[in-house]
Nanobody, 117 residues
Framework: QVQLVESGGGLVQPGGSLRLSCAAT???????MGWYRQAPGKRRELVAT???????NYADSVKGRFTISRDNAKNTMSLQMSNLKPEDTAVYYC????????????WGQGTQVTVSS
């Protein structure tokens, strides 16, 4: 029902910053939103989530470095990443969870983040 498109990925040096954005084709106000990532040879893992009521959750590996936010008026979600480390290298995916439609999940196509010197 909703389409998601990530942007903002790229190459950054260790210690640098990057901001990812997720644009949705319809209102996300009723959705629980989140960012996930998948590195080569590894399973997709949760990075951060923000519920429809504003509750925040972060993976321990990114606490204090990443900040998730949502702008319901613009149908967007962002992930501000600071003090990036090589282990942050992965494809980052935007996720929307609709609790009113059998808890269906929607995913973006992913955006590559590479942290290297």
């Amino acid at each position: 029902q909703v389409q998601l498109v990530e942007s903002g990925g790229g190459l950054v040096q260790p210690g640098g910053s990057l901001r990812l954005s997720c644009a949705a084709t319809r209102s996300i106000a009723s959705y629980n939103m989140g960012w996930y990532r998948q590195a080569p040879g590894k399973r997709r893992e949760l990075v951060a989530t923000v519920s429809r009521t504003g509750y925040l959750n972060y993976a321990d590996s990114v606490k204090g470095r990443f900040t998730i936010s949502r702008d319901n008026a613009k149908n967007t979600m962002s992930l501000q990443m600071s003090n990036l480390k090589p282990e942050d290298t992965a494809v980052y995916y935007c996720n929307a969870d609709d609790p009113f439609t059998a808890d269906i999940d929607y995913w973006g196509q992913g955006t590559q983040v590479t942290v290297s010197s």
